[in-house]
């Protein structure tokens, strides 16, 4: 069965700090991974997708099969990046299972 | 450019109370559209997805339904409210990108 697991319910870093937020993820297939963030008074909206390889606001994630993982970096943290974030897998149909999320805030 | 639109922004029903929440896309066609629930501690969980008119799949049982009447048109339903049923609900469409999800701003509903 498809599965995300953020551990981390809550992240604290302070401004400059680098910044990881862990995605671990269960598929049986080739997976297929996003990152989401909810920025405040804002809908939530896709940061970024593991097959572009992008970095979007300095952000980077790369997906380690070996270890199911999909974790979200960033070398200096901004306040600016302080939001919610949301791990997801795409299931058939274009389905997203998504993880419980993470809040980062950074600290000035 | 596309936009999405959700109404209420927010409810309060008391519990037993029947229940409609819609959700309409604009600027794009034959959109997949989806209704998601966001409550505290768990994520979002993904309630319904629908690929066409009439289309409907659950992802799980639960005391909710929903109907696409129209190409760009998405309705949640409930006969009865139950206290569960309080949480975040969001509505999203995609088209081609795979994964890559609009969403649009949420309804609030709190069940009394």
């Known amino acids: 069965a498809q599965r995300v697991t953020q551990p981390e319910k809550l992240l604290s870093v302070f401004k400059g700090a680098p910044v990881e937020l862990k995605c671990n993820y269960s598929?049986?297939?080739?997976?297929?991974l996003f990152w989401y963030v909810q920025y405040s008074r804002q809908r939530l909206q896709l940061l970024l997708r593991?097959?572009s390889r992008e970095s979007i606001k300095g952000f980077t994630a790369d997906l380690n099969k070996g270890e199911t993982s999909f974790h979200l970096k960033k070398p200096f943290a901004q306040e600016e990046d302080s939001a919610m974030y949301y791990c997801a897998l795409k299931g058939g149909a274009n389905n997203l299972f998504f993880g419980t999320g993470t809040r980062l805030t950074v600290i000035p | 450019s596309q936009t999405i639109h959700q109404w209420p922004a927010t409810l309060v029903q008391p519990v037993g109370s029947p229940l409609s929440l819609e959700c309409t896309v604009e600027g794009t066609s034959n959109p997949n559209l989806y209704w998601y629930r966001q409550a505290a501690g768990r994520g979002l969980q993904l309630l319904f997805y629908?690929?066409?008119?009439?289309?409907i799949s659950s992802e799980v049982p639960q005391n909710l339904s929903a109907s696409r009447p129209q190409d760009r048109q998405f309705i949640l339903s409930s006969k009865k409210l139950l206290l569960s049923d309080s949480g975040f609900y969001l509505c999203?469409?995609?088209?081609?990108?795979?994964?890559?999800?609009?969403f649009g701003p949420g309804t609030r509903l709190t069940v009394t």
């Open positions: 999203a469409w995609s088209v081609q990108r795979p994964g890559e999800q609009y």
């Open positions: 598929y049986s297939g080739s997976p297929e």
């Open positions: 629908s690929v066409g008119i009439g289309q």
């Open positions: 593991h097959i």
